[in-house]
């Protein structure tokens, strides 16, 4: 598949090419002249996406929520590794690149969240905040989307489940604590390793990991049930921290935990070798012949059941040491059911006060 490479190590940014959408019938590649530099620094753009609706419904068999809301498509933050980055090709986009440089964010999303939970035949569950993005990456900080968000879910009295790298979801323990003393709140935190090094090069735009871990212990301190996702475990590359990671999460009074096996969808694949290449040439193989070895002799296995933890003995080991961990620091000893018996639909606005 042709790329546009506007740079190798492009800083503060995962992926270093703009991979063409897999939908477009023609593809882009740069020329550049020999005496034109490569780019060092790609801005990041801001759209609004105007969304009639928010909320995403899911029937998939191994993932623990059935709907969810993302305040935005695409993410700064720059995971090379992220599953979402596909969804940028169904806008004609690049999921390299343009997936953490153009991001489009839904300013009226708890607007339209607010109408869809007042819907009479709106049912409440679990309601994912965060699957294919992140809530607090760094425009959130000035629009404020995702507390619009939240501020909503607890005048509803609606369950919700944060997932985030981002320490800035402490500023919103002032909704979270209230709405986790009820049994409607839980925050995850994505922690796939401790290495700063690895993380800048990993997520560059991320919150840093021992930040992370603080973010951990303020949250559980202010009594939200907050879980440790180490995810993804990387083959050759973080496998090795899943007990470190588990214990020092724990130590920062973390109660659940999680972890998925690296996943390679779609264009996914070729971004995360390119990176692996570029940043680790000397571990690149390996790292592809342990996917393979968990994948069924191939790079990626979307299949339910077994594309979030693999199969084989590699996987089978990763998954006995992340059991063993997790026994030996006492996670995951009770289940946490967040509780739908609490929603309730605001009452209108009386006409005779809109008057007022």
Known sequence: MDKEKPGRGLRGRGAATNTSSRFLEWTREAQLDDDTPPASRVPTMLFDDRAKTVISWNRSPDIPFDRSVNPAKGCEHGCIYCYARPIHAYLGLSPGLDFETKIF???????????????????????????????????????????????????????VSVTTKGALVERDIDILAPMAAQGLAQ????????????????????????????????????GIPTAVLVAPVIPALTDHEIEHILETAAAAGVSQAAYVLLRLPL??????????????????????????QARGGRDNDPGFGS??????????????????????????????????DLFRRPDPPSPQLALF
């Open 307 to 340: 594309r979030m933890r693999g199969s084989g003995t590699y996987a089978d080991l990763i998954r006995q040491r992340f059991h063993l961990a997790c026994r030996r620091n006492r996670l995951n000893e009770r289940t946490l059911d967040l509780r739908t």
């Open 267 to 292: 264009e996914v694949r070729e971004l995360f070798v390119d990176w692996l290449e570029q940043h680790y040439p000397d571990r690149a193989r390996h790292v592809m012949s342990l996917v393979q």
């Open 105 to 159: 964010v839904k300013r009226d999303a708890a607007a339209v969240l607010r109408a869809e939970l007042s819907r009479p035949g709106y049912r409440a569950g679990v309601l994912a905040l965060g699957a294919a993005t992140d809530p607090y990456q760094p425009f959130e900080r000035e629009l404020g989307i995702t507390r619009q968000i939240l501020e909503v879910l607890a005048e509803f009295g609606h369950p």
């Open 187 to 222: 925050v995850n935190v994505s922690l796939p390793t401790l290495d700063p090094e690895l993380a800048r090069r990993l997520e560059p735009r991320a919150t840093a990991p021992h930040r992370r871990v603080e973010t951990l212990r303020r949250l559980a301190e202010a």
